[in-house]
């Protein structure tokens, strides 16, 4: 036995190694072959493939070889390629890399990569050029829910749907452990199952005992999808873990979607849900409460405040159960939903007994007394039905019940989702003392615990006594009760808990680089939370008028302001930086370009580390450490290399340098009380940035470069409009200032190490 215990640890010990060396060999499988994508789109590589083809094809070619040179020569363009790489020596390369990764022919391959290449690939484009093509405007979602998207619909696939219906790219984790997979329920919306060693359920682990397994699983589920705004609603304590780890690393804010009593479950992992739900709690960004007894639970651990918002009903589904019903039929009491412990069994044997005329249609999969309720001569027990199902039942119910058990926690923190289904087909309704039914006691449901009350009060509504509101008016308020509604809430709160930030641009001519600028952030920020501050320093070639006319500027996110004669880089900023009420401001040039995640990335930082004062991207051109080699030359490119080299560096910072370019810096709002704004006697400007990084440092507050964010730089675009002699001028005068300002000599600003005469000459792209 010893032995055999020896042989498995060790083979436990083996199969770690590979794996390690698996997960190296595909990453080093997937640099090499994006590093060849992006030599494929460089221009000198592009020119190599035209006298390839020209030679071989045009030149020495049979005439069949001719006219499909001619055919690609006339349509070749940046979308279209005939899939000929026969004159293009790269591909020798790129096209064996690219099979052995869509074939999962390599060991290591993950099964979330194998599920997607074998079942979507038909659906979705993968490969990360689609991503890049079409505009990332609405934050993604993670949503770790309590159930498997595939049981019975409810509030958290109503809210997922939502979230896809509105053009979020919604990843909805199921509940159960048994698989890896991801497949495709409609546009936008992606069911993800992920796979425990040891679990069957998020019931059962919270994943402690594995976690770099989990954190690699959604690494790569990022990775795949170029995700880099998102919001994660955690609905299950035992995701925590994940929600933390996305919120530490990526910037993700955890919003908790608080439905029920975790501690009223009969679950053998009770106390460490328990713990898990006071933590979730704990350190949530924002908490959403379905009922009032939970918004109390929850405001004893939350930093935030709690938000009621309640279940609702999809109305138009449920009102097609209103029809007519004919009269020849017997009476029918209906209910559909679990008959778990808290249903009350006692209420339906008292029904049964004493109304032998009556049917009572329970639907429903039953967990428990289903031999009492089997025996009870009036009760059909119909099932589990589905979704769709239900209108077709609950059009033949004449009193709908809600027979739940008050006497636990469970039952008291709900607010029923059938209440409001029920209403949306206008019918009457008895239920127990339920606690969030109460407001509505009287008006739309009667609510009774004793029995022989509850007896007579569906009697009154059998025989149309009840004092109830009228059909018409229970279809009035579920209208008004509607998921359309509550998703509108649960978004307005999201926007509330996501951090406030103002970009700020000072535009001064340079019309092409004003519209390249713009158009990037509201193409690819999909940050929840900001608005855009433009300060025109009285532009003269255009840009006042497109400010003033083009459509893309009427986003009400889009503030402009207008000067009347051009003030300079610091007053001309503190225009806006003095008014705005943003938790983070952020100064960027207009001869810029941002990427996918450049914003959540940069505040992520400031929010992780309170004693962090400013953060700064990563770029291709600047005089400082924020200076990284770079290798495109064309925005696709771009797109492409800022996507990997964030996605490597994730987390990572260049701390404390010397000094923060302003070209693009986040500002932590509240050290301006301290710091106050940029100082306005560097007049055009020059200088501003090493006064305010001296400032900044001088109220104790650190600089840090993020290396997950990139933004690209047409540096001293600006200052390049200057003439030669008045820029110098202006820089030995703005130097004295600083130097009188703050009595040290200027240092310099020097480059990373990396940075060499090779390196500084890429990153070029033509601003028209």
């Known amino acids: 036995m010893e032995n055999k215990n020896i042989e498995i640890s060790r083979l436990k010990n083996r199969i770690r190694v590979l794996e390690s060396e698996n997960k190296e060999l595909r990453k080093s499988i997937l640099d090499a072959l994006t590093n060849t994508k992006l030599m494929l789109n460089a221009r000198s590589f592009k020119l190599i493939h035209l006298l390839g083809r020209l030679k071989n094809q045009f030149i020495t070619g049979s005439k069949d070889e001719k006219k499909k040179f001619l055919h690609w020569l006339c349509k070749r363009s940046d979308t ?3 899939g ?222 709690p938000v009621i918002i309640r279940n609702g009903t999809e109305f138009n589904h449920f009102n097609t159960a209103i029809k007519k019903k004919t ?56 099932g589990e039905k589905s979704y769709g199902e239900l209108p077709k039942y609950l059009v033949n119910f004449d009193v709908c019940l809600i027979p739940f058990r008050t006497d636990i926690d469970l039952i008291k923190a709900t607010n029923p989702v059938k209440f409001y289904e029920y209403l949306s087909a206008g019918k009457k309704i008895v239920a127990t003392q339920i606690p969030e039914l109460e407001i509505y006691q009287d008006k739309f449901v009667y609510l009774a ?43 307005k709160y999201i926007k509330d808990v996501v951090p406030s930030v103002e970009v700020i641009i000072l535009t001064y001519n340079g019309l092409d680089v004003n519209k390249l600028c713009l158009e990037s952030i509201l193409n690819k920020t999909a940050y929840p939370n900001f608005k855009i501050t433009i300060v025109d320093n009285n532009s003269t070639d255009g840009t006042k008028e497109w400010l003033e006319n083009s459509k893309i500027l009427r986003d009400k996110r889009i503030k402009i302001v207008f000067n009347d004669q051009n003030l300079g880089f610091a007053a001309g900023n503190n225009i806006a930086f003095r008014k705005s009420k943003a938790d983070y401001i952020i100064l960027l040039n207009n001869d810029t370009i941002v990427t996918r995640g450049w914003m959540t990335n940069l505040v992520k930082h400031l929010e992780n580390d309170p004693g962090l004062g400013m953060c700064g991207p990563v770029t291709n051109a600047i005089g400082n450490e924020a200076r990284i080699p770079v290798n495109y030359s064309s925005q696709e490119e771009l797109d492409l290399f800022a996507d990997k080299y964030t996605f490597k560096n994730m987390g990572n910072q260049w701390k404390d340098p010397r000094v923060l370019a302003l070209f693009c810096t986040a500002i932590r709002k509240d050290i301006t009380a301290q710091c106050g704004f940029l100082d306005e006697q560097y007049t055009v400007g020059m200088f501003e940035d090493d006064d305010y990084a001296e400032s900044v440092r001088k109220y104790g507050y650190r600089l840090t470069i993020a290396e997950d964010s990139f933004v690209h730089h047409f540096e001293n675009f600006s200052f390049n409009q200057l003439d030669k002699k008045l820029k110098n001028d202006l820089s030995l005068k703005n130097k004295s200032l600083y130097e009188e300002k703050w009595k040290k000599l200027w240092l310099p600003h020097i480059y990373r190490p990396e940075i060499t005469p090779e390196t500084l000459s890429g990153g070029r792209i033509n601003e028209t």
């Open 80 to 82: 279209y390629t005939d």
């Open 84 to 305: 000929d790489h026969r004159f293009q020596p790269l591909y020798s390369i790129y096209d064996p890399l690219n099979n052995i990764i869509n074939q999962g022919l390599y060991i290591g391959k993950s099964a979330i990569s194998r599920t997607i290449d074998n079942s979507l690939s038909s659906k979705v484009n993968f490969h990360p050029d689609n991503f890049f093509s079409v505009p990332y405007k609405n934050f993604d979602v993670f949503f770790f829910s309590i159930i498997d998207y595939r049981f019975r619909f409810q509030r958290p696939q109503q809210f997922a749907k939502r979230f896809a219906t509105h053009g979020h790219r919604t990843f909805y984790f199921n509940a159960n452990l048994s698989e890896e997979q991801i497949s495709l329920v409609e546009e936008n919306l992606f069911e993800i199952s992920l796979q425990h060693s040891e679990a069957s359920s998020i019931y059962e682990s919270d994943w402690s005992d594995n976690l770099d397994s989990l954190f690699e699983k959604l690494d790569e589920v990022i990775n795949l999808f170029k995700i880099r705004d998102c919001i994660v609603i955690i609905e299950y304590p035992n995701w925590i873990q994940a929600a933390l780890y996305l919120r530490e690393k990526y910037g993700f804010k955890i919003v908790t979607d608080y439905l029920d009593d975790f501690t009223g479950f009969l679950n053998p992992e009770e106390k460490l849900i328990e713990s898990n739900c006071e933590k979730m709690l704990s350190v949530s960004d924002g908490i959403v409460c379905s009922s009032i007894f939970l918004s109390n639970i929850a405001s004893k651990y939350a930093k935030c405040n």
């Open 327 to 382: 009269e020849s039929r017997k009476k029918i009491l209906g209910y559909y939903g679990a008959i778990a412990h808290w249903f009350d069994v006692e209420k339906i044997e008292y029904l049964s007994k004493n109304l032998k005329d009556v049917e009572i249609h329970l639907i429903g999969a039953v967990t428990e007394n289903q031999k009492i309720l089997e025996k009870l001569q009036n009760v059909t027990l119909l």
């Open 449 to 491: 615990n004793d029995n022989a009350k509850f007896l007579d009060y569906v009697k009154l509504c059998l025989e149309g006594q009840d004092e109830l509101q009228s059909s018409a008016e229970s279809i009035e308020f579920a209208k008004h009760q509607d998921w359309d509604q509550r998703f509108e809430e649960l978004c």
